[in-house]
């Protein structure tokens, strides 16, 4: 079984500054993925940033880096120079690697509201 | 790519009647997902479809409900004797081994159930 703790309900960030997101994960699987979505109020999940469990350097896509700390089951994200854009729910999810890809467990979320 | 699509986005139904939703996925992807989520909550995976099998089923997903993928293209998740509990967004997905499987989401149906 797989399971993801977001530990933040809700997360204020000023403009362009960076805020971390934090998730933290327990899986009994070898090889497994680890996934965060944005989810903004129209609803639409939307992909952020993938890290494998094997990746040996943190993954990042343009503002987006997760802090991957495999030893102490964390995932945490960073988002650099917040946008207004960037106010939404953010989920941290984990799926077991292999034929299972895609069957993700998700965690219940960041609320991050970025302040002008 | 034109993306995945849903229709209904939005659909209100009294208790005790069936509904069904339609997802058609990227074209190229092999793979169709179901997850179900309720208002506060994350996403919770209902099914998925390999082509036309379907691969794996939740224990949410009761007898009342079934999803069907004939052709391997679209695919259409029913839900009988709709009740108030089953009221939900249902975001349907689909993949290719990419990334790690990462999932492209639709904009999901919202169902209320009275």
């Known amino acids: 079984a797989q399971k993801i703790t977001q530990t933040q309900p809700g997360m204020f960030v000023q403009e362009k500054e960076a805020v971390t997101l934090d998730c933290t994960y327990d899986t009994s699987d070898p090889s497994y993925g680890l996934f965060w979505y944005k989810q903004p109020s129209s609803g639409e999940m939307i992909f952020l940033i993938y890290?494998?469990?094997?990746?040996?350097q943190n993954a990042t896509e343009g503002r987006y880096s997760l802090n991957f700390q495999k030893a102490r089951k964390s995932a945490n994200l960073v988002i650099s120079a917040s946008q207004l854009g960037d106010s939404a729910m953010y989920f941290c999810a984990i799926g077991a690697g292999g034929t299972s890809y895609g069957k993700l467990t998700f965690g219940q979320g960041t609320i991050l509201t970025v302040h002008p | 790519d034109t993306g995945v699509s849903q229709d209904p986005r939005h659909k209100i139904t009294k208790r005790g009647q069936n509904v069904t939703f339609r997802c058609d996925p990227i074209s190229e992807h092999n793979r169709l997902y179901w997850y179900r989520q309720t208002l506060g909550q994350g996403p919770e995976f209902l099914t998925y479809f390999q082509n036309e099998a379907q691969l794996e089923k939740s224990r949410l997903l009761s007898d009342r409900f079934s999803a069907e993928r004939p052709k391997g293209s679209f695919s259409t998740l029913e839900i009988q004797r709709t009740e108030q509990g089953d009221s939900a967004m249902y975001l349907c997905?689909?993949?290719?081994?990419?990334?790690?499987?990462?999932?492209?989401f639709g904009e999901g149906s919202r169902l209320t159930v009275l």
């Open positions: 890290q494998g469990s094997y990746d040996q």
């Open positions: 997905a689909s993949s290719d081994r990419g990334r790690g499987g990462e999932l492209f």
